[in-house]
């Protein structure tokens, strides 16, 4: 049941052609809807030439749509998380606390990029009142990073490499993470070294 009614609303986005496009990338930044990433490669296959300004379309769209989360948890707080995310939102908001307790701004990059819920931080980060303009700068960069992989996979590859566009990603997020990882495990031991020679 609810794989024909995801069916049915990507076949309705891609109807719509961009405004489609853009209102599926907008939605799923709070609420549960197609991820935008098929009616993006549909878009892309159909016609390559313009696979970036769709991808700029679907990163544009799904920022503000991440605004809408962050403030649908900024005002509903932990009822409004437990409305949308009824089965296991105690887990779910739990583990993007921790998330947030060790990576700060970066988990919110990792959720945009990674095929990890991103509705799911965009309202807990309201919540956990995260500084707004962090959380859009992480969000508007991990999201447009993953939709323009996907566009321009698909530009360059096309239809032979549809199938594996979500283990592509899935692989570059790993690099990303363990690169953003080193890089912050660096940055606070640096700043441990400082503070203890400063002493």
Same mark, same amino acid.
């Given at each position: ?10 076949? @309705? =986005? ?16 709070? &609420? ?13 296959? #159909? ?13 544009? #769209?799904? #920022? ?6 962050? #403030? ?8 409004? =998380?437990? @409305? ?36 799911? &931080? ?9 500084? &707004? ?6 969000? @508007? ?14 530009? &360059? =590859? ?11 990603? $899935? ?6 993470? $363990? ?11 640096? $700043? ?8």
């Amino acid at each position: 049941m609810i794989s024909e009614l995801f069916v049915s609303m990507t076949k @309705f =986005f891609e109807e719509h052609g961009i405004w489609g496009l853009a209102l599926n990338s907008f939605v799923e930044s709070f &609420f549960l809807v197609p991820p935008p990433d098929l009616v993006l490669s549909i878009m892309d296959l #159909a016609k390559p030439e313009n696979s970036l300004f769709y991808a700029l379309i679907c990163t544009i #769209a799904s #920022a503000i749509g991440g605004a809408v989360g962050y #403030a649908i948890g900024y005002w509903g707080g932990r009822p409004a =998380f437990n @409305f949308f995310f009824r089965k296991g939102g105690k887990e779910k908001f739990e583990a993007v606390e921790n998330m947030y307790g060790k990576y700060g701004s970066f988990a919110v990059f990792f959720s945009a990029f990674t095929p990890v819920p991103y509705k799911v &931080f965009t309202i807990a980060s309201g919540i956990l009142n995260m500084n &707004f303009w962090k959380f859009m700068i992480a969000s @508007f960069f991990g999201r447009g990073l993953r939709f323009f992989i996907v566009s321009l996979v698909l530009m &360059f =590859f096309g239809e032979s490499v549809k199938k594996y566009i979500e283990p592509i990603i $899935i692989v570059l997020t790993i690099i990303v993470i $363990i690169f953003y990882i080193v890089v912050y495990k660096k940055r606070h031991s640096f $700043i441990k070294t400082d503070e203890t020679k400063k002493e």
